[in-house]
């Protein structure tokens, strides 16, 4: 799903106006996406309840439009009015006087209790600092422990640059129009936005594919497209041998992780080469479908390679300098499609540009701190321009680039981005990383594409970490809570 700018939402607005949907249609269609919404968080709380503040645009316009969905589905809506009605024009004037069954107030008031806050005051048009009466608006509902449903964009959003200009709406759902813009994902909105719902309200197909961006959401329907239904005939040997080279002493939970996360994903066969010293315990904890081999490095032959269809390495290997002398061999040796992570990917240090060697076949998974290491920059640098050196390092190595954290960002070697849209601040704790890996090799070893298998990758890890949290809760849920989510989050795509 592309990403827009706010010039061209303003564009494709405009067409789809001329070509002969009006504007007081889309603005219903809005309407009706952000109330269905709201209606969601009031069931949760057997209420009807709900609250709408609305200034005098097209944000307005749609809470207007959302007010009356709600009333007529048997809500209790109140929208709070932060402009004279002789203010009120266009669209949002239609809109506004078609309301029944709504009570109105107007700003300043002390808003009355409710079940759930809908945010329309400021859209994609801000410029500038957000002035009064909209910041105290803002400040006020950010001190309710109450869900905050946002209308396109959290009021006090740049629409661009994610930045907040002044104060902002933290949003728990924002219901954006037509199609993402891009500041909603932009990492300095990460804890603004909340889930992003994308309502289709009618922009024309034709019009939409002729927009030129290089950034996109990664949304389900994306990935439904990639995942090919299983033949009834099928057998092991259809769904690849996966080879997982990880562990060391101190380290014997990464290599169990990312095996059995990789078993969950589908691949026909697992084999786990983990170091002698520690072969024991890590057989000892490794799920029965996953075959643990006692192995050295100097084993990792060309012909002993030549079994596996894919190859996942780097969790818990360490840093002693024969482990990254050997990894390295093993990266640049071609020798199966792979991808690489945590410990290995300090290997990788010593020379990016070499990488090409590879031929694309390659995914590596860093957060910050790694991606760090392999470009010369601090963790802190690395978050403040992921997009830009998640991009760069793509295009230079030549190999499909998973910058993992809020947003997890995928880079393939022309330069184009896909934003994650899955996942939560429960995945935040170790081992999430090593499950990653595995599902990625898994889906290589399957015979996805290095680019296919970290887009597939890191959505559904995402999404089993968001049923993960439904069922367990952000606080308390573990990877091996994520792990046996993956059917779930198989199931949901099918």
Same mark, same amino acid.
């Given at each position: 799903?592309?990403?827009?700018?706010?010039?061209?939402?303003?564009?494709?607005?405009?067409?789809?106006?001329?070509?002969?949907?009006?504007?007081?249609?889309?603005?219903?269609?809005?309407?009706?996406?952000?109330?269905?919404?709201?209606?969601?968080?009031?069931?949760?709380?057997?209420?009807?309840?709900?609250?709408?503040?609305?200034?005098?645009?097209?944000?307005?316009?749609?809470?207007?439009?959302?007010?009356?969905?709600?009333?007529?589905?048997?809500?209790?809506?109140?929208?709070?009015?932060?402009?004279?009605?002789?203010?009120?024009?266009?669209?949002?004037?239609?809109?506004?006087?078609?309301?029944?069954?709504?009570?109105?107030?107007?700003?300043?008031?002390? *808003?009355?209790?409710?079940?759930?806050?809908?945010?329309?005051?400021?859209?994609?048009?801000?410029?500038?600092?957000?002035?009064?009466?909209?910041?105290?608006?803002?400040?006020?509902?950010?001190?309710?422990?109450?869900?905050?449903?946002?209308?396109?964009? *959290?009021?006090?959003?740049?629409?661009?640059?994610?930045?907040?200009?002044?104060?902002?709406?933290?949003?728990?759902?924002?219901?954006?129009?037509?199609?993402?813009?891009?500041?909603?994902?932009?990492?300095?909105?990460?804890?603004?936005?909340?889930?992003?719902? /994308?309502?289709?309200?009618?922009?024309?197909?034709?019009?939409?594919?002729?927009?030129?961006?290089?950034?996109?959401?990664?949304?389900?329907?994306?990935?439904?497209?990639?995942?090919?239904?299983?033949?009834?005939?099928?057998?092991?040997?259809?769904?690849?041998?996966?080879?997982?080279?990880?562990?060391?002493?101190?380290?014997?939970?990464?290599?169990?992780?990312?095996?059995?996360?990789?078993?969950?994903?589908?691949?026909?066969?697992?084999?786990?080469?983990?170091?002698?010293?520690?072969?024991?315990? /890590?057989?000892?904890?490794?799920?029965?479908?996953?075959?643990?081999?006692?192995?050295?490095?100097?084993?990792?032959?060309?012909?002993?390679?030549?079994?596996?269809?894919?190859?996942?390495?780097?969790?818990?290997?360490?840093?002693?300098?024969?482990?990254?002398?050997?990894?390295?061999?093993?990266?640049?040796?071609?020798?199966?499609?792979?991808?690489?992570?945590?410990?290995?990917?300090?290997?990788?240090?010593?020379?990016?540009?070499?990488?090409?060697?590879?031929?694309?076949?390659?995914?590596?998974? *860093?957060?910050?701190?790694?991606?760090?290491?392999?470009?010369?920059?601090?963790?802190?640098?690395?978050?403040?321009?992921?997009?830009?050196?998640?991009?760069?390092?793509?295009?230079?190595?030549?190999? /499909?680039?998973?910058?993992?954290?809020?947003?997890?960002?995928?880079?393939?070697?022309?330069?184009?981005?896909?934003?994650?849209?899955?996942?939560?601040?429960?995945?935040?704790?170790?081992?999430?990383?090593?499950?990653?890996?595995?599902?990625?090799?898994?889906?290589?070893?399957?015979?996805?594409?290095?680019?296919?298998?970290?887009?597939?990758?890191?959505?559904?890890?995402?999404?089993?970490?968001?049923?993960?949290?439904?069922?367990?809760?952000?606080?308390?849920?573990?990877?091996?809570?994520?792990?046996?989510?993956?059917?779930?989050?198989?199931?949901?795509?099918?």
């Amino acid at each position: 799903m592309k990403a827009v700018t706010t010039e061209q939402i303003r564009q494709l607005d405009q067409r789809t106006i001329a070509a002969g949907t009006s504007g007081e249609e889309l603005m219903e269609r809005a309407g009706y996406a952000v109330a269905k919404a709201a209606v969601e968080f009031l069931k949760r709380h057997d209420s009807r309840s709900a609250l709408l503040f609305a200034g005098k645009g097209n944000n307005g316009g749609d809470a207007f439009a959302a007010a009356r969905h709600l009333a007529a589905a048997g809500c209790e809506p109140t929208v709070v009015l932060f402009c004279r009605r002789d203010e009120l024009h266009g669209d949002a004037l239609t809109h506004f006087q078609r309301m029944v069954g709504v009570r109105i107030a107007e700003w300043p008031c002390e *808003p009355e209790a409710a079940s759930v806050i809908v945010d329309g005051l400021l859209g994609t048009g801000l410029q500038g600092d957000v002035r009064e009466p909209y910041a105290a608006a803002i400040k006020l509902l950010n001190t309710r422990k109450i869900p905050i449903v946002a209308i396109d964009i *959290p009021s006090g959003l740049d629409s661009d640059t994610g930045e907040v200009r002044g104060v902002c709406v933290r949003a728990d759902v924002t219901v954006t129009m037509g199609l993402p813009k891009i500041g909603l994902l932009k990492p300095a909105a990460t804890d603004f936005v909340g889930r992003i719902e /994308v309502a289709d309200i009618g922009f024309s197909r034709e019009f939409v594919d002729e927009i030129q961006t290089d950034i996109e959401l990664l949304t389900a329907s994306d990935v439904s497209a990639l995942l090919p239904p299983r033949r009834p005939s099928a057998h092991k040997g259809d769904f690849g041998h996966l080879l997982v080279v990880a562990g060391s002493e101190g380290y014997t939970g990464a290599p169990v992780i990312c095996a059995h996360a990789a078993a969950r994903t589908g691949v026909g066969l697992v084999t786990l080469a983990t170091p002698r010293e520690i072969y024991q315990i /890590v057989a000892s904890s490794c799920p029965p479908e996953v075959m643990p081999r006692p192995i050295a490095f100097d084993e990792l032959t060309p012909n002993y390679l030549s079994r596996f269809d894919a190859i996942a390495i780097g969790p818990g290997l360490g840093q002693k300098p024969e482990v990254q002398k050997a990894v390295w061999k093993l990266v640049t040796s071609g020798a199966a499609p792979m991808v690489v992570d945590a410990d290995a990917l300090n290997a990788l240090a010593q020379g990016v540009a070499a990488l090409k060697k590879v031929n694309g076949r390659m995914v590596v998974t *860093p957060h910050p701190g790694e991606m760090g290491r392999l470009v010369g920059k601090s963790a802190k640098e690395i978050q403040s321009q992921r997009w830009e050196i998640a991009r760069g390092f793509a295009q230079e190595s030549g190999v /499909v680039t998973v910058l993992k954290g809020a947003g997890t960002v995928v880079a393939d070697p022309t330069g184009k981005l896909w934003i994650n849209s899955t996942g939560n601040a429960g995945m935040a704790k170790g081992g999430m990383g090593d499950a990653l890996t595995g599902i990625i090799g898994a889906l290589l070893a399957q015979g996805f594409s290095p680019f296919d298998s970290a887009r597939v990758g890191v959505f559904v890890h995402g999404l089993a970490g968001d049923f993960a949290a439904e069922e367990r809760g952000e606080r308390a849920m573990l990877v091996s809570d994520l792990i046996l989510s993956l059917g779930t989050a198989f199931d949901a795509l099918d």
